[in-house]
Nanobody, 131 residues
Framework: EVQLQASGGGLVQAGGSLRLSCTAVGFLFDDYALGWFRQVPGQEREGVSCISTTEGRSYYTDSVKGRFTISSDRVKKTVYLQMNDLKPEDTAVYYC????????????????????????WGQGTLVTVSS
């Protein structure tokens, strides 16, 4: 059974930092890209970041560039999202899924890769940024 377990969320004041973790179980970690998505209840899901092992590159949506950093540990089979200078608009439930990106001009758009089994969505991890 494939499981991508997201953790590390919490409550933080604007300008603060959090580090999210996604541990992969039953997933071909070295074969597919993994990324982070976030969603506010009643709003559309947004792709935040995607890291590609094949390309050795990281991608970010414009709103988090310069503030968030995605990384991976192949031994631990874990993907991280270091979030700095958090803003209230970053408040959301964050999920970890297989991902791919499209480039449009200078912007990158992160999408769920539905060709890959990421297992159940689960509950994600909640990030709340207060002003």
């Amino acid at each position: 059974e494939v499981q991508l377990q997201a953790s590390g969320g919490g409550l933080v004041q604007a300008g603060g930092s959090l580090r999210l973790s996604c541990t992969a179980v039953g997933f071909l970690f070295d074969d597919y890209a993994l990324g982070w998505f976030r969603q506010v209840p009643g709003q559309e899901r947004e792709g935040v970041s995607c890291i590609s092992t094949t390309e050795g590159r990281s991608y970010y949506t414009d709103s988090v560039k310069g503030r968030f950093t995605i990384s991976s540990d192949r031994v631990k089979k874990t993907v991280y999202l270091q979030m700095n200078d958090l803003k209230p608009e970053d408040t959301a439930v964050y999920y970890c899924r297989a991902c791919y990106v499209h480039e449009n001009g200078d912007s990158y758009y992160v999408h769920v890769d539905n060709r890959v089994d990421s297992g159940p969505w689960g509950q994600g991890t909640l990030v709340t940024v207060s002003s």
